[in-house]
């Protein structure tokens, strides 16, 4: 048993003390403390979770089919980590990406926004050296362009990316991934204001203990869209309304409500002197033939056409066709 810190005669010495005023027990305050400071162009301490939760049941099913792909492609057993959500401004991103990095502007529609894929230089030469047969040692330019040989390897990497992509959105929106433009240069890829919010998304490619990163930044509007969508569980299933709450409201909103219904017979015009000298037995000529359909009005409206009737000793109107549209008000 460990021995305690303080004897027993310590201890009754140490509440003497106290209790007699030797040992001064008032708390020294803080010189430092005061207003906290809080930087608010800190994006990450304050921006919402809903993208980081999107990409990451994207992530969870992108990773395994890439890993599957990439190391069919290269030939090669391939290790894809993801790496934690980013929110930045999209001017510092575009100043951190290395000369010969590849960047593959994207259209996701129907999703009006703009993507975009980086492949940093390094994991370019990364693959393309494991393509090779290599090690990933091979040397990366300082500057320049890719040669033709580059350019297809790169081409056939990013569509490979883009496909496994496309399927891991999904369950979240379903989106058709189509590459815009690619370029090596990060002047010509400005899509964005320097002060825009984007989303980055990071993943780590690892063979044989070495590694590389490429990632894709999504603009903050991106996520708009899909601020409505709930998931379901860990496979990001979208719940979806249940169909029986909509009949529960629309026989909700039409249950109890009465609309006036009327047969017109015809209609005629008829000077004031006309009106005063009528009298019982006189005959009004109508409008309408008859054997023309009667017009069926619903609240003063021309909605139906049909035939005057009887059914179950009541007088009825079947209906023969529906009107194109509704007819002004009967004059006179």
């Not at 129907?110 to 390094?122: A, D, K, Y």
């Not at 990933?136 to 790169?154: P, W």
Request: hydrophobic share 40%; net charge neutral.
């Amino acid at each position: 048993m460990a021995e305690p810190v303080l004897s027993q005669e310590e201890m009754d010495a140490l509440l003497k003390g106290v209790q007699g005023g030797q040992v001064d027990t008032q708390v020294i305050p803080n010189s430092s403390a005061g207003a906290l400071r809080y930087d608010l162009t800190d994006v990450n301490r304050y921006v919402t979770l809903s993208p980081a939760m999107t990409l990451k049941v994207v992530s969870d099913r992108f990773i395994p089919h890439l890993q599957a792909a990439i190391g069919k492609a290269i030939r090669r057993e391939v290790t894809v980590t993801a790496i934690p959500v980013q929110t930045l401004k999209f001017g510092s991103v575009m100043s951190s990406i290395q000369p010969m990095s590849s960047l593959n502007l994207l259209k996701m529609d129907p999703l009006t926004e703009r993507g975009l894929l980086v492949m940093t230089g390094n994991v370019v030469y990364f693959l393309l050296d494991h393509f090779l047969g290599g090690k990933g040692k091979l040397h990366l330019r300082d500057s320049g362009s890719y040669t033709m040989i580059e350019m297809r390897f790169v081409q056939r990497i990013v569509d490979l990316i883009l496909c496994e992509f496309e399927k891991a959105w999904q369950p979240i929106h379903k989106v058709t991934i189509s590459l815009t433009r690619t370029d090596c240069n990060t002047r010509n890829m400005r899509v964005l204001p320097d002060k825009d919010l984007i989303v980055k998304s990071g993943f780590h490619l690892e063979i044989n203990g070495y590694g590389e990163e490429f990632f894709f930044c999504f603009p903050f509007a991106h996520f708009d869209r899909l601020r409505k969508k709930i998931f379901g569980g860990p496979g990001g299933e979208i719940a979806k309304q249940p169909e029986a709450s909509g009949i529960a409201l629309k026989n909700h909103l039409t249950e109890g409500c009465f609309v006036a219904v009327s047969a017109c017979l015809g209609e005629a015009i008829l000077t004031v002197p006309e009106i005063i000298d009528l009298a019982v037995g006189d005959v009004v000529m109508l409008d309408q033939n008859s054997n023309e359909d009667l017009k069926l009005r619903v609240e003063g409206s021309t909605k139906f056409y049909g035939q005057p009737g009887a059914y179950k000793g009541k007088r009825a109107f079947q209906i023969r066709s529906i009107a194109g549209a509704p007819l002004a008000a009967p004059r006179g």
